[in-house]
T-cell receptor, first 117, second 112 residues
C-alpha cells in the first residue's frame, strides 16, 4: 500500500531484552517522526528526522532509546535493556514537507504495541 | 512552550445528536492546529487542519472546527453523530520547530 508501514504490529519482550521497531514511510517523504503513546494518553514526541539527519531527539526518554534512518527512508527505533515503563504503542509518522513547513500533515502508521513483561 | 488541552477524556452522545469536542491551546503566536482521529488498534488519521486561511475549517466525515483566537480554542463539531464516529480524537498543535504536540485525547462513545 501507499501508507506508512510499521513492523512488527505487536512485540512482547522480557525485561532487559533489546528490541528494534521498523518504520517504512511513504515513498518520497522527507520528514519522519517517532511518537510514544502510553495507554490512555496522547502520543508523545520522541524524535524527528529530515532525510537521514536526526534533527531533534529531545523526546527520547533515556539513552536506552536510539533511532536511525541511515538512507533517508526506512527508520528503526531501538530500545536497549527494555523496562516495564517502556510498554506503549510506538507510532511512526512521515510528512512530505521539509523542515519548517508547519501546516503539512503527518501520515501515521498503525503503530507497534510493545509489551515488556 | 506550546500545548493543547482537551476538556473531557470521555464523551457519550446519542446517534444523531451533536458531537462537540473541546480543545484549547496555549500559544504566543497563531499556531497551526489539527484534529486527528484514532480507531482501535490503528494509527492516527487527519480529520482537518487550521492554517490561518479560514477560521471555520471543514474536514472529513462531516466534521468541522472553528478557530477562535480570542478564546484560544479550536473545538471540533459534527451536527449528527453516527455509530462509526466512535473513536478517540486528538487535538494537536504544530508550532515552530516541527514538533506536533498532542492533547490527551477524548474518547467518543455513540449510543444507539
Amino acid at each position: 500500500g501507499a501508507g506508512v508501514s510499521q513492523s512488527p504490529r505487536y512485540k512482547v519482550a522480557k525485561r532487559g531484552q533489546d528490541v528494534a521497531l521498523r518504520c517504512d514511510p511513504i515513498s518520497g517523504h522527507v520528514s519522519l517522526f517517532w511518537y510514544q503513546q502510553a495507554l490512555g494518553q496522547g502520543p508523545e514526541f520522541l524524535t524527528y528526522f529530515q532525510n537521514e539527519a536526526q534533527l531533534d531527539k529531545s523526546g527520547l526518554p533515556s539513552d536506552r532509546f536510539f533511532a536511525e534512518r541511515p538512507e533517508g527512508s526506512v527508520s528503526t527505533l531501538k530500545i536497549q535493556r527494555t523496562q516495564q515503563e517502556d510498554s506503549a504503542v510506538y507510532l511512526c509518522a512521515s510528512s512530505l514537507a521539509v523542515h519548517r513547513v508547519y501546516n503539512s500533515p503527518l501520515h501515521f502508521g498503525n503503530g507497534t504495541r510493545l509489551t515488556v513483561t | 512552550a506550546q500545548s493543547v488541552t482537551q476538556l473531557g477524556s470521555h464523551v457519550s452522545v446519542s446517534e444523531g445528536a451533536l458531537v462537540l469536542l473541546r480543545c484549547n491551546y496555549s500559544s504566543s503566536v497563531p499556531p497551526y492546529l489539527f484534529w486527528y482521529v484514532q480507531y482501535p488498534n490503528q494509527g492516527l488519521q487527519l480529520l482537518l487542519k487550521y492554517t490561518s486561511a479560514a477560521t471555520l475549517v471543514k474536514g472529513i466525515n462531516g466534521f468541522e472546527a472553528e478557530f477562535k483566537k480570542s478564546e484560544t480554542s479550536f473545538h471540533l463539531t459534527k451536527p449528527s453523530a453516527h455509530m462509526s464516529d466512535a473513536a478517540e480524537y486528538f487535538c494537536a498543535v504544530r508550532p515552530a520547530g516541527n514538533k506536533l504536540t498532542f492533547g490527551g485525547g477524548t474518547r467518543v462513545l455513540v449510543k444507539p
